[in-house]
């Protein structure tokens, strides 16, 4: 080799080097904040399901500065959500959250692969030493926004648009049936379904459909405004949920259940940070702020927003509680006794209607 | 239009044989268009085009975690893809990749789940068997009345689709519902010698060596025996092929149940190896980017592999993308550019675009038309 040569092979490697250390400085740099990371099944755009994660992680952001969060969208509950939470931790998030039911197998396996990040899983059931699940007694709010329907209403029939007949949506047709029989006995709590969490065309259809059946109230347990927008439509009245939706339809909306993640999000990463983060199945409700009831519309009257407070009052009191018996299902059938209570593992494995309740659960 | 007016109209007019140059060039041109275009978007929406391209890469090729998950989703893509080669080498349009997907794996599925004692030799055997068996039934339902009666296959196909997609959600809302999963809409977990294993520390599985298997032997049936020659005759000539005496209907019959077959090996392979127990959400898509697949790599079955592993590449490195902050839809729409691109210049690369006097009649014209779509 000649010693042009060799000179030039020298600063070649030099360049090189320089290079390499300059790119190790600059993540360095990046790695100074604590990294958290998101994966969401829908879009924040989606104003509902999505949108309230996102609010509660920017919550988060500004609570702690010296957070860094990175959230990945639209991840589908197949093998791509496995891949998305092992990205998330090889770039170094010390903490994980996954926000739909159906990533919960898929965290258990990365969680086996990353002992050192903390993983948490929104509404499922498994747990282990690094992963803990959360979810919040959205039943409360839901029994308030049916004593709202149920005093509104004038045709007697309240249609819901529900995603899919797990326990998580049944339970919530159940508290909202009830709220409304605690107000309306004669009123009943039509079901449709949508198989689908985000569609808005087809939460707009189904809608439509409990709307044509003589519906003048259309509650939701999907992910967007769509149901509300169709209640708008035809001059009805709507219960949203997720995160207040009286923009889109601020005609139709009287109210809804909302989220409020944040000040989980915020204890969680703190104590992630401090490393005094245990693993559990936390499940918040009204008392905790994790879940409540968004502003109401306008054509609600004083005298109902004065019963839904008074029955707030005594959830938030713990002197009330919606699955309280008696409670019949929609056969006819005592399911809980008067003086007990359901407790949470039979709440969380709902799988019948209550008494007002018209729809099909797969048996 | 006044008389002095020249009317001026367009032709598409075949090139015959498409000279090579074109034919390696083409795909290039493509990607590099459909890069320069997306980094005008990219640009406009404030974000550096190299670094979400690099990024993208890196996702999906830059380190051997990114390549192995690129390889996890070209199995499903390889194996449905293939299958839709083959049919498509007959002219037949399978759009039921999806469908024959999900039965394999449900079938898969029923055996894993009947048998939670068995051992592996035992179990995964007769998983493969099931999954291939219930994809190719499933084909067949659209394969006999297009063979017999002439229905469209696209139709019949694309509809079956829906059937098995919501034969799975009825199953794991109802009777396959675990009751240890707090009547969630899953089945029990597979044992775990009904998990096809996988290779080292990464998802890589089985599958991918059924799908190289499957691309050898179809090239080598394709190529070396009676039935594939038939195959290719029917799809260039079916009237000469019937003169020849060959039997169309049993041809559509077999490469149906072929196709159906390798779908229903990859719903078998990704239920078994990837998601352990039934879900009713095993497939983002799969069967249908397989038809493009199929298409793009001209219904070559080592074309298959490799487009396969590019467009896992796409689909993996589109959610790195997401790193950077670009939004999901902005992704999706990276990656349509990117097919749109590709497909758009195939067939540029095939027809020549002319201007010319519209001097002869419209039946010329029309006949035109006429024989760039037999050809196409």
């Known amino acids: ?363 | 239009m006044g008389k002095g007016l020249i009317r001026l109209k367009l032709v598409f007019e075949k090139r015959d044989p498409v000279p090579v140059s074109y034919r390696v060039a083409s795909p290039v041109l493509a990607v590099l268009l459909a890069l320069v275009l997306g980094a005008i978007f990219l640009a406009a929406s404030g974000f550096s085009p190299l670094g979400v391209y690099l990024e993208m890469y890196r996702g999906a090729f830059g380190d051997w975690y990114g390549v192995s998950e690129t390889l996890v989703t070209a199995i499903p893509l390889a194996l449905c893809g293939m299958g839709i080669a083959l049919a498509g080498r007959m002219l037949l349009w399978n759009v039921g990749a999806e469908g024959q997907f999900h039965m394999g794996a449900w079938a898969a599925a029923w055996v894993a789940l009947s048998m939670p004692d068995a051992p592996a030799w035992k179990v995964l055997p007769l998983m493969v068997l099931a999954g291939v068996a219930a994809g190719a039934a499933w084909a067949l339902l659209a394969a006999v009345p297009r063979a017999y009666v002439g229905v469209s296959e696209i139709i019949t196909t694309l509809m079956l689709n829906y059937v098995a997609i919501n034969w799975i959600e009825y199953l794991v809302h109802g009777p396959w519902r675990d009751p240890a999963s707090l009547n969630f809409p899953l089945s029990a977990p597979f044992s775990d010698a009904a998990r096809l294993p996988m290779f080292g520390y990464t998802r890589i599985h089985w599958g991918l060596v059924f799908a190289i298997i499957a691309a050898i032997v179809i090239d080598l049936t394709l190529g070396r025996t009676k039935w594939g020659y038939e195959v290719k005759i029917i799809g260039e000539s079916p009237r000469a092929a019937r003169y020849a005496g060959m039997s169309i209907e049993r041809n559509i019959i077999i490469t149906m149940a072929v196709t159906g077959a390798l779908a229903g090996l990859a719903g078998m392979a990704e239920v078994s190896a990837i998601a352990g127990r039934m879900t009713r959400q095993l497939s983002p898509g799969y069967g249908y980017s397989a038809i493009i697949v199929a298409w793009l790599a001209k219904l070559n079955p080592y074309g298959v592999l490799l487009v396969s592993a590019l467009f896992g590449g796409l689909l993996v490195g589109g959610y790195s993308a997401q790193f950077l902050g670009v939004s999901a839809a902005s992704v999706n729409m990276l990656q349509g550019l990117m097919l749109f691109c590709v497909l758009a210049t195939e067939a540029l690369g095939r027809y020549r675009l002319r201007i010319v006097p519209a001097a002869g009649s419209d039946g010329d014209s029309d006949a035109d038309r006429q024989g760039a779509r037999a050809d196409g």
């Open chain 1, 1 to 363: 080799m000649s010693s042009s040569k060799k000179l030039l092979v020298f600063i070649t490697v030099l360049v090189a080097l320089a290079g390499l250390v300059r790119l190790n400085g600059q993540s360095y740099a990046a790695e100074e904040k604590f990294k958290v990371g998101w994966i969401y099944i829908g879009h924040p755009g989606d104003a509902g399901w999505t949108l309230a994660h996102d609010e509660g992680r920017k919550y988060m952001e500004k609570q702690l500065p010296w957070v860094e969060s990175i959230y990945v969208e639209a991840v589908p509950e197949t093998s791509d959500a496995e891949r998305m939470m092992t990205e998330l931790a090889r770039k170094g998030c010390k903490i994980i959250f996954a926000t739909s039911f159906g990533y919960m197998d898929y965290v258990q396996n990365v969680a086996k692969r990353f002992p050192d990040v903390y993983f948490e899983h929104c509404s499922g059931f498994k747990t282990a030493d690094n992963v803990a699940t959360y979810f919040g007694r959205i039943y409360e709010p839901r029994y308030l926004s049916g004593i709202v329907a149920g005093s509104m209403t004038k045709s007697n029939i309240i249609g819901y648009v529900g995603a899919f007949p797990i326990p998580e949506v049944v339970r919530g047709i159940n508290a909202f049936a009830l709220g409304v029989k605690s107000v309306n006995p004669n009123a009943k709590v039509k079901v449709v379904w949508t198989n689908t969490w985000y569609d808005p065309a087809t939460e707009k259809e189904a809608a439509k459909a409990a709307l044509d059946a003589g519906a003048d109230v259309i509650a939701q347990h999907q992910d967007t405004p769509a149901p509300m927008q169709a209640a708008a439509e035809r001059g009805k009245y709507g219960v949203s949920y997720n995160s207040p939706m009286s923009k889109f339809a601020p005609n139709a909306v009287l109210t809804g259940p909302v989220w409020n993640w944040g000040p989980y999000y915020v204890s969680r990463v703190q104590a992630a940070k401090d490393g005094t983060w245990t693993s559990g199945d936390y499940w918040g409700g009204l008392k905790d702020g994790i879940v409540d009831l968004a502003p109401y519309g306008p054509m609600v009257p004083e005298n109902v927003k004065k019963l839904v407070e008074t029955k707030k009052t005594e959830i938030l009191a713990g002197k009330f509680h919606p699955f309280a018996g008696p409670i019949k299902d929609n056969k006819g059938v005592v399911r809980v006794p008067a003086g007990t209570t359901m407790t949470d593992a039979q709440l969380l494995s709902f799988d019948w209607f209550v008494e007002n309740v018209e729809g099909t659960l797969p048996n």
